[in-house]
């Protein structure tokens, strides 16, 4: 997560599925200001896209995976868009967790995220340790943004603004 010096045009807003950004905005809403990042990442890890994980254990219908933001970035838009204050936060990674279960094949990630969320991944790794405390083997998910912006540096997550 970054928090920008420089503001970035609002034109730059990544461009995802209706889908994802519904989830996104749904769970952006709930986590904390991108100020306190230890408390945002931690909830980043503990809360998935498809909805509150105590929601998703009572449904009937149960997914065999859940995604979670990995890695993202917040700018702050350019003084021109009619929102200033609003934040930009675009997704560079997402985790993609076979829950409670062991590893699968990269088919069963890409197919889940290709239906769920009618994404087309650019790049996706296994990941061999399990997902937060436990969750579950997992594959990583990077998303690409345009060819012609660099791509953001992480921040450290013990740093503090």
Not at 112 to 139: K, T, V
């Amino acid at each position: 997560m970054v928090l920008a010096d420089q503001p970035v045009p609002a034109d730059l807003e990544q461009q995802l599925p209706s889908p994802l950004r519904l989830a996104l905005n749904h769970l952006l809403e709930r986590a904390p200001s991108a100020l306190f990042p230890r408390a945002r990442q931690l909830y980043f890890l503990k809360v998935p896209l498809e909805g509150h994980p105590q929601d998703l254990d009572s449904s009937p219908f149960v997914e065999r995976f859940r995604t979670f933001v990995l890695r993202e970035t917040t700018c702050l838009p350019s003084e021109e868009n009619e929102q200033p204050h609003q934040p930009i936060t675009r997704i560079n990674e997402l985790a993609v967790v076979h829950w409670q279960a062991p590893q699968t094949n990269l088919e069963d990630y890409a197919s889940y995220i290709s239906r769920h969320w009618l994404l087309e991944p650019q790049q996706l790794n296994l990941c061999e340790q399990p997902w937060f405390r436990e969750g579950g083997a997992w594959a990583r998910v990077s998303l690409t943004g345009p060819a012609d912006v660099p791509a953001p540096a992480p921040a450290d997550p013990d740093s503090t603004p």
